[in-house]
Nanobody
Framework: QVQLVESGGGLVQPGGSLRLSCTASGSIFRIVSMAWYRQVQGKERDLVASINAGGNINYADSVKGRFTISRDNAQNTVYLQMDSLKPDDSAVYYC??????????????WGQGTQVAVSS
């Protein structure tokens, strides 16, 4: 169906920046929305930012003004630019895509996750 490949995680000092990317491939008929979630071990997976086909964007309050989500529709890729990173941003970040894989069938797809660690 649809496969997601993420990249861009790593270790960064507080105040630093990272850029995550996620590319969707496979049997894609139409992408409805793309988003980033994050999860700390033992806690629920939380929405960080989302962008839909119309370009509407939502951010979690904790990242507003620091993170920027964008997408390249031609490349089926979503990005998350993370600036002014804090230790509390440390988590595994997951890409999420809602997509039609036929003209009638759709599903939610998840990436494998990429680790972000913010520490001095």
């Amino acid at each position: 169906q649809v496969q997601l490949v993420e990249s861009g995680g790593g270790l960064v000092q507080p105040g630093g920046s990272l850029r995550l990317s996620c590319t969707a491939s496979g049997s894609i008929f139409r992408i409805v929305s793309m988003a980033w979630y994050r999860q700390v071990q033992g806690k629920e997976r939380d929405l960080v930012a989302s962008i839909n086909a119309g370009g509407n964007i939502n951010y979690a309050d904790s990242v507003k003004g620091r993170f920027t989500i964008s997408r390249d529709n031609a490349q089926n890729t979503v990005y998350l630019q993370m600036d002014s990173l804090k230790p509390d941003d440390s988590a595994v970040y997951y890409c999420n895509v809602y997509a039609y894989y036929t003209n009638r069938q759709w599903d939610a797809f998840w990436g494998q996750g990429t680790q972000v660690a913010v520490s001095s």
